[in-house]
């Protein structure tokens, strides 16, 4: 399944910022969809995922200030991030999975990221 993250840009440390992804498949609901991030110099993260039923899991480093949410009729996840830190700029990247097993995700496709700068 195509998937394409969007909505990447700028922000001050405590701002807010909405990613999207998208995809043009048509089977988009029978995938979990899981957003993972890669900071310059480190390991790509799994950051949190949503099940094709709207069940979300999220990591320690993000409970509480990302929150993810899905449109099927729009084939359209969102990850909603509030009271960003520095530490939170990275390339951001959403993926699909027809396996639903938190903590973990295996990843079926990847989506093309969208860059997330946040300013101190």
């Known amino acids: 399944v195509p998937l394409q993250a969007s909505g990447g840009g700028l922000v001050q440390a405590g701002g807010s910022l909405t990613l999207s992804c998208e995809t043009s498949?048509?089977?988009?609901?029978?995938?979990?969809v899981g957003w993972f991030r890669q900071a310059p110099g480190k390991e790509r993260e799994f950051v949190g995922a949503?099940?094709?039923?709207?069940?979300?899991y999220y990591t320690d480093s993000v409970e509480g200030r990302f929150t993810i949410s899905r449109d099927n009729a729009k084939n359209t996840v969102y990850l909603q991030m509030s009271s960003l830190k520095p530490e939170d700029t990275a390339d951001y990247y959403c993926?699909?999975?027809?396996?639903?097993?938190?903590?973990?995700?295996?990843?079926?496709?990847w989506g093309r990221g969208t860059q997330v700068t946040v300013s101190s």
């Open positions: 949503i099940s094709w039923y709207s069940t979300t």
């Open positions: 993926a699909a999975s027809v396996i639903w097993y938190p903590p973990r995700f295996r990843v079926d496709a």
């Open positions: 498949g048509r089977t988009f609901s029978d995938y979990a």
